[in-house]
Nanobody, 123 residues
Framework: QVQLVESGGGLVQPGGSLSLSCATAGNTPDDYAVGWFRQAPGKEREFLAAINWSGSYSIYGRSAKGRFTISRGDVRTTVQLRLNFLEPENTGNYYC????????????????WGQGTQVTVSS
């Protein structure tokens, strides 16, 4: 079982930026993708971005494209999500999740989840 821990959330003003981090540990397989999702109060969980094991391939959800960037450095067990040009509607709990092999956008494809980190965009 893979354990995931998110960090980096907080309060930010509209137009600001944040960098979220997802650290994986435990019985990690040799090849797993990591995705980021957001859940706002009263709304369904929304796909933001996902990246493959090597960091060479990533996909983005509609609301994230052009504003958020997912990356995975030499330390493959950590995945970052850079949030730029944040707006109040980006407020929510941000989760990272892991799955074997290829990236996917559907949350049902990810069996392992972190506890989330709260992002609040407000002036």
């Amino acid at each position: 079982q893979v354990q995931l821990v998110e960090s980096g959330g907080g309060l930010v003003q509209p137009g600001g930026s944040l960098s979220l981090s997802c650290a994986t540990a435990g019985n990690t397989p040799d090849d797993y993708a990591v995705g980021w999702f957001r859940q706002a109060p009263g709304k369904e969980r929304e796909f933001l971005a996902a990246i493959n094991w090597s960091g060479s391939y990533s996909i983005y959800g509609r609301s994230a494209k052009g504003r958020f960037t997912i990356s995975r450095g030499d330390v493959r067990t950590t995945v970052q999500l850079r949030l730029n040009f944040l707006e109040p509607e980006n407020t929510g709990n941000y989760y990272c999740a892991a799955k074997l092999d290829v990236v996917r956008s559907a949350d049902t494809e990810y069996p392992c989840w972190g506890q989330g980190t709260q992002v609040t965009v407000s002036s």
